[in-house]
Nanobody, 122 residues
C-alpha cells in the first residue's frame, strides 16, 4: 500500500499549485482522505479532507475559499487545488488515509504519504 504525493514546488504569493496523492494497493471507497501540512518548527496541521463514499469535504478555516480537495476515481487519486497562495502556506504537505480519522493530526492514520514541499515566496 502506498500514498504518493506530487505537485509541490516554489511559487510566488498569489500563485497556484495542484497537489496530487495517488493511492496504490488501497481501495479508497471507505476511507477519509486528508491533507495535512507541517511548517518548519511547527506542529502538523489539518488542511482538508474528503469522504470518498459521500463526497463530503472539510477544510481548515485558514484555507477555506482558496483550497479545493477533489478525487479522480479513474486514477484512485486525491487532488488539492491551491489558489491565492500565501507565504504562510509554506510547508511540507502530506496526504493520509484512514477509516475513522480525518482532521486530528494526532490520530493514528492507517497510511501516510511521504510529503511534498510547497514554498510560497513573498
Amino acid at each position: 500500500v502506498q500514498l504518493v504525493e506530487s505537485g509541490g514546488g516554489l511559487v510566488q504569493a498569489g500563485g497556484s499549485l495542484r497537489l496530487s496523492c495517488a493511492a496504490s494497493g488501497l481501495f479508497l471507497s471507505n476511507y477519509y482522505m486528508s491533507w495535512f501540512r507541517q511548517a518548519p518548527g511547527k506542529a502538523r496541521d489539518f488542511v482538508a479532507a474528503f469522504t470518498w463514499s459521500s463526497g463530503r469535504t472539510y477544510y481548515a478555516d485558514s484555507v477555506k475559499g482558496r483550497f479545493t480537495i477533489s478525487r479522480d476515481n479513474a486514477t484512485n487519486t486525491v487532488h488539492l487545488q491551491m489558489i491565492g497562495l500565501k507565504p504562510e502556506d509554506t510547508a511540507v504537505y502530506y496526504c493520509a488515509a484512514d477509516r475513522r480519522c480525518w482532521s486530528n493530526p494526532l490520530c493514528t492514520y492507517d497510511y501516510w504519504g511521504q510529503g511534498t514541499q510547497v514554498t510560497v515566496s513573498s
